[in-house]
Each structure stands twice: as structure tokens, then as C-alpha cells.
């Protein structure tokens, strides 16, 4: 079954043709109207009620064409300004917060996910080791007359995950007006500090697309993670994240359940965060997901989770024909570059479909044990596509 995705346009998105997800929405429909103003932020391929995918030749939708709700969520961003600082909760809270608000998390479900930048992404991900932030607090002194003498007096002594809380704590509650004037004497008088970070395009961006947001001091405790194509992040329940830039695909366990507090106009529910996250410092390097390969052309990204996982299919232009091993559960592939024949039994039968950038296609549980690629006359380029599907690598 070819696909068409949902596109969001939330205003973090690239505008017009600049973005991934315009360029993949209009080549997989060509009555896709492109506004060259417009955001385009996200597109969504699954089953989840807030953007279910469509069948194009019935014009079903795809939970109604497989009587079935699929485990994961699988999307391609593209983001031009940050998103919010946020985490998600476990499966244990994401019902607990349901059940008490339904109105801020209409979604019981947790929600793991996984980024596959597509071109330079940059992210925050977890906290930097106690040691870096201590460094950083000491060197921006406008942050630590914000924290206050005792609790960075008490981060020194002890250098615990209990002191690194209360810091960001109180950072994170402080008064709006101390916290555009602490950004304010940062911006102005600590160019040559940022620099030698290497923080000082980053902070200068995203303080210009948030001006006075208390998220922006974030860059002092979350590892900011710099990803080229094809590398990915994971990112746990509880793991404080903000993608800030780039492109990617990225997929998750069926759920919108997020707790925000920084860089976003959306509700903000700091307690909630701040009693969530993780707060174990890590290196930037340990936030890098490796995926493994399961031949010359496939790498499988399998996070500790059972809802999802990726498998990346990139296939030379010299190879005629290629059968790629997969197991029966229902799977939707997006092809990004080239194009192929892709033959697969469905349930009426064997199936013929060219895919090419832009084509999103469920792979039925029918097609197991295999589905092939072939080369047609029209085949030349190298070819690329991301399959998600529920994650089997894990159980074997
Ligand atoms: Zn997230």
C-alpha cells in the first residue's frame, strides 16, 4: 500500500521548499500545494490519531485499511528553530499524568525515541558531566550570581546529582526579569567565553529566537551534541533533550507525551520536568546511538525499547537486485534518494511498486520472510530509504 504522511507545520519548521518535509510531501503527491511562507515541520507515518497516514489509492486511513494500531510513530523533521527543552515520561507516568490532567497529556503511552539526523543535526541531550557544568558556572559569572553563593557553594563540595538538581532547579524557577538580565550581561560581555566553548553561534541563535527563555541557560548544563548524516541519538524516558537544528527522521513509541519547560511558546510544566529528568552527567560522546550492520547495504538501529526500531537500506547503484530479510509485522518504508522496483507478496498476492524520493510504503505482514529491490531501466542513482518497524532485532 503506498502512503501519503501528515505534515505539521509548527512554527520551529523550515519554510517553504528549504524544508525536507515540504520537498518529500510534494514529490509523494503531486496536488500538494507548497506555500513558499509556510513551516514545514514534521511528517508523521503511522497510525496516531493526531496524524494518521492515508492510503492513496483508497483514500482510507491506514489504522481503517490494516484494522490494526501500529507500535511506533515514524516521522521526518525539519527544523530550523529549536524545539522545546522537554522529556517524556515513563510508561508508569505518562498513565499517572493522563489519568490526572488529560488535557496537557491527552496520551497515556510513554514515548522513546530515536533520531536519525539526515543532514548536520544539532541537539542537547542529557547533562554534561559535573565537572564541565562546574566549569561553566565558575567561568559565566552573570549564571552563577542567578544560582545563588550557597548552592554553588554546596555543587562544589559535594559534586552530586542531588546539588546538580537543586541548581538547575532554581535556575529554572528563577524570576523572568533576572533571567533576560543574566542573558542580557552573558550575550554582552562574554562573546570571547562562548567562543572558546564553542557556544557562541548557538547561544547567539537561539537567543535571538527566544529572547529572555530561561532554556537558553540550558546550554550550560545539557551536552550539546553535533551529528552528521546517519548518526543518530536515543533518547529514554527521562532524557532532557532540544533538537536546535538540521534534519532528520526520527521514530518512536505511538505517543505525543511530552513535558516542556524551556524554548517554547507551549505550555511550560517545570515541576513536572524537573521532577522527571535524569540527572546523571554524561559526555556528549556517550550520547552517539551506534547502529549495527546486518550486511553491505542495511544498518539497524535497535533501541532498548520493543516498540520500534530503523533499519537503513542504501543500496549502490551498480547492484541489480537485493533481497532484504525481514520478519512479519507490519513496516512502512520511506525511500529518500533513487529509485527501484520493490517486490513483495501482499495478501493478494505478489506486488510490483517503483519507489522513489518521497514514496511511503507499508509493507504488510504478508511480506515476510522477504522483500526484494530491483533495478529497472530507470534506476540509476544510489538508493536510500528508512524502514521502521516494530523491533523484532531485539527479541532475536
Ligand atoms: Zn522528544
Same mark, same amino acid.
Given at each position: 500500500?503506498?502512503?501519503?504522511?501528515?505534515?505539521?507545520?509548527?512554527?520551529?519548521?523550515?519554510?517553504?521548499?528549504?524544508?525536507?518535509?515540504?520537498?518529500?510531501?510534494?514529490?509523494?503527491?503531486?496536488?500538494?500545494?507548497?506555500?513558499?511562507?509556510?513551516?514545514?515541520?514534521?511528517?508523521?507515518?503511522?497510525?496516531?490519531?493526531?496524524?494518521?497516514?492515508?492510503?492513496?489509492?483508497?483514500?482510507?486511513?491506514?489504522?481503517?485499511?490494516?484494522?490494526?494500531?501500529?507500535?511506533?510513530?515514524?516521522?521526518?523533521?525539519?527544523?530550523?528553530?529549536?524545539?522545546?527543552?522537554?522529556?517524556?515520561?515513563?510508561?508508569?507516568?505518562?498513565?499517572?499524568?493522563?489519568?490526572?490532567?488529560?488535557?496537557?497529556?491527552?496520551?497515556?503511552?510513554?514515548?522513546?525515541?530515536?533520531?536519525?539526523?539526515?543532514?548536520?543535526?544539532?541537539?542537547?541531550?542529557? %547533562?554534561?558531566?559535573?565537572?564541565?557544568?562546574?566549569?561553566?558556572?565558575?567561568? %559565566?559569572?552573570?549564571?552563577?550570581?542567578?544560582?545563588?553563593?550557597?548552592?554553588?557553594?554546596?555543587?562544589?563540595?559535594?559534586?552530586?546529582?542531588?546539588?546538580?538538581?537543586? !541548581?538547575?532547579?532554581?535556575?529554572?524557577?528563577?524570576?523572568?526579569?533576572?533571567? +533576560?538580565? !543574566?542573558?542580557?550581561?552573558?550575550?554582552?560581555?562574554?562573546?570571547?567565553?562562548?567562543?572558546?566553548?564553542?557556544?557562541?553561534?548557538? %547561544?547567539?541563535? &537561539?537567543?535571538?529566537?527566544?529572547?529572555?527563555?530561561?532554556?537558553?541557560?540550558?546550554?550550560?548544563?545539557?551536552?550539546?551534541?553535533?551529528?552528521?548524516?546517519?548518526?543518530?541519538? %536515543?533518547?529514554? @524516558?527521562?532524557?532532557?533533550? @532540544?533538537?536546535?537544528?538540521?534534519?532528520?527522521?526520527? !521514530?518512536?513509541?505511538?505517543?505525543?507525551?511530552?513535558?516542556?519547560?524551556?524554548?517554547?511558546?507551549?505550555?511550560?510544566?517545570?515541576?513536572?520536568?524537573?521532577?522527571?529528568? &535524569?540527572?546523571?552527567?554524561?559526555?556528549?560522546? !556517550?550520547?552517539?546511538? &551506534?547502529?549495527?550492520?546486518?550486511?553491505?547495504?542495511?544498518?539497524?538501529? @535497535?533501541?532498548?525499547?520493543?516498540?520500534? @526500531?530503523?533499519?537503513?537500506? +542504501?543500496?549502490?547503484?551498480?547492484?541489480?537486485?537485493?533481497?532484504?530479510?525481514?520478519?512479519?509485522?507490519?513496516?512502512?518504508?520511506?525511500?529518500?534518494?533513487?529509485?527501484?522496483?520493490?517486490?513483495?507478496?501482499?495478501?493478494?498476492?505478489?506486488?510490483?511498486?517503483?519507489?522513489?524520493?518521497?514514496?511511503?510504503?507499508?509493507?504488510?505482514?504478508? +511480506?515476510?520472510?522477504?522483500?526484494?529491490?530491483?533495478?529497472?531501466?530507470?534506476?540509476?542513482?544510489?538508493?536510500?530509504?528508512?524502514?521502521?518497524?516494530?523491533?523484532?532485532?531485539?527479541? +532475536?
Amino acid at each position: 500500500m503506498e502512503l501519503t504522511g501528515w505534515v505539521k507545520n509548527y512554527e520551529w519548521g523550515k519554510t517553504g521548499i528549504s524544508s525536507a518535509v515540504a520537498q518529500l510531501a510534494m514529490a509523494n503527491d503531486p496536488d500538494f500545494i507548497l506555500n513558499d511562507n509556510e513551516s514545514y515541520a514534521e511528517m508523521w507515518m503511522g497510525t496516531h490519531f493526531c496524524g494518521v497516514s492515508i492510503v492513496k489509492e483508497t483514500g482510507e486511513t491506514l489504522d481503517r485499511a490494516i484494522k490494526l494500531q501500529l507500535p511506533y510513530l515514524f516521522k521526518v523533521l525539519s527544523v530550523k528553530k529549536a524545539l522545546s527543552i522537554q522529556v517524556h515520561p515513563n510508561k508508569c507516568e505518562a498513565e499517572r499524568l493522563h489519568k490526572e490532567r488529560p488535557t496537557i497529556y491527552k496520551d497515556d503511552n510513554h514515548k522513546p525515541e530515536m533520531c536519525i539526523a539526515l543532514t548536520p543535526f544539532l541537539a542537547l541531550v542529557g %547533562f554534561q558531566p559535573i565537572d564541565d557544568i562546574i566549569d561553566n558556572i565558575d567561568e %559565566f559569572q552573570p549564571l552563577s550570581k542567578l544560582i545563588g553563593k550557597e548552592l554553588v557553594h554546596q555543587l562544589h563540595q559535594k559534586r552530586d546529582s542531588e546539588c546538580l538538581k537543586n !541548581c538547575y532547579e532554581i535556575l529554572m524557577k528563577s524570576d523572568e526579569t533576572k533571567i +533576560a538580565a !543574566c542573558l542580557k550581561e552573558i550575550a554582552t560581555n562574554y562573546k570571547k567565553e562562548l567562543e572558546s566553548n564553542e557556544l557562541l553561534s548557538v %547561544f547567539t541563535k &537561539i537567543n535571538e529566537d527566544f529572547p529572555g527563555d530561561v532554556g537558553v541557560l540550558s546550554l550550560f548544563f545539557l551536552n550539546l551534541v553535533r551529528m552528521q548524516p546517519g548518526q543518530a541519538i %536515543f533518547l529514554g @524516558a527521562n532524557e532532557i533533550h @532540544a533538537y536546535l537544528d538540521g534534519e532528520c527522521v526520527e !521514530c518512536m513509541a505511538c505517543s505525543d507525551n511530552v513535558i516542556r519547560a524551556g524554548l517554547t511558546p507551549k505550555y511550560k510544566d517545570v515541576e513536572q520536568l524537573i521532577a522527571s529528568v &535524569i540527572y546523571d552527567g554524561k559526555p556528549a560522546r !556517550c550520547k552517539l546511538f &551506534i547502529p549495527y550492520r546486518i550486511d553491505d547495504f542495511v544498518q539497524v538501529f @535497535a533501541p532498548p525499547v520493543n516498540d520500534f @526500531a530503523v533499519m537503513h537500506v +542504501a543500496i549502490r547503484h551498480t547492484v541489480d537486485k537485493y533481497k532484504l530479510e525481514i520478519k512479519a509485522y507490519g513496516s512502512i518504508m520511506l525511500t529518500l534518494t533513487g529509485v527501484r522496483i520493490v517486490k513483495l507478496n501482499t495478501k493478494d498476492g505478489p506486488k510490483e511498486i517503483t519507489v522513489s524520493r518521497g514514496s511511503i510504503v507499508y509493507i504488510p505482514v504478508e +511480506a515476510a520472510p522477504e522483500i526484494e529491490f530491483l533495478h529497472g531501466e530507470d534506476c540509476g542513482d544510489d538508493f536510500s530509504a528508512y524502514i521502521a518497524t516494530y523491533n523484532y532485532f531485539r527479541l +532475536a
